[in-house]
């Protein structure tokens, strides 16, 4: 079946580093990426997401990356902060569903004072 | 401000129970998922809903079934609870608009223990 694979499965860097978190997914016709973020305890929520016809999305210190011929996709944080640190997930939608993602295992991210 | 709640933060229940996991959200969606989260495995998709009665099977609905009566509230239930079962269950719901797939809104979980 698709897949999405997510790596590292941690990450520690020093605060105010960057962090670049990687995922690949299976399925050529998925047009929708998005990485959600869940803070210890919390739900998870959605930071910043891109569809298939952009190769790169921006918000402030994240961003995220989208190689279609590749098929894998990035989330790149930058001047990393404590309230960075959380479990991050990203996902892929399915082809001929408007509403089914396939996600990645998570990566959790500790910022190091 | 979308609002998803489930019935429970905590839940412990004995092997063998009928369980009952509830979750209504507020911004008349027509798409409710319920979610297993468990370490190292991410998001695993159980069962979801595109409508009203419309039900359909995720990737682990084995033990599982759902219940969907009105539009704005989606049941989870575990029919005869086993220790394997012990995990937290987070429901989420979105909206489809034009051009695909829509942020999912996700309850704050519920963390059932078998025992």
């Known amino acids: 079946g698709e897949n999405v694979e997510q790596h590292p499965s941690t990450l520690s860097v020093q605060e105010g580093d960057s962090a670049v978190i990687k995922c690949t997914y299976s399925d050529s016709a998925s047009n929708y990426f998005p990485w959600y973020k869940q803070e210890l305890g919390k739900r998870p929520q959605l930071i910043i997401d891109i569809r298939s016809n952009v190769g790169e999305k921006k918000d402030q210190r994240i961003a995220v990356t989208l190689n279609k011929t590749a098929k894998h996709f990035s989330l790149h944080i930058t001047e990393t902060q404590p309230e960075d640190s959380a479990v991050y997930f990203c996902a892929a939608s399915i082809e001929g569903s408007n509403y089914q993602l396939i996600w990645g295992a998570g990566t959790k991210l500790i910022i190091k004072p | 401000d979308v609002k998803v709640t489930q019935s429970s933060r905590y839940l412990v229940k004995r092997t063998g129970e009928k369980v009952f996991l509830e979750c209504v959200q507020d911004m008349d969606h027509e798409n409710m998922f319920w979610y297993r989260q468990d370490p190292g495995l991410g998001l695993r998709l159980i069962y979801f809903s595109y409508d009203v009665k419309m039900k359909e099977k995720g990737d682990i609905p084995e033990g599982y079934s759902v219940s969907r009566e009105k539009k704005e509230r989606f049941s989870l239930i575990l029919e005869s609870a086993s220790t394997n079962q012990t995990s937290m269950y987070l429901c989420?719901?979105?909206?489809?608009?034009?051009?695909?797939?829509?942020?999912?809104?996700f309850g704050p979980g519920t963390r059932l223990t078998v025992t």
């Open positions: 989420a719901s979105s909206s489809p608009v034009a051009g695909g797939p829509y942020e999912q809104y």
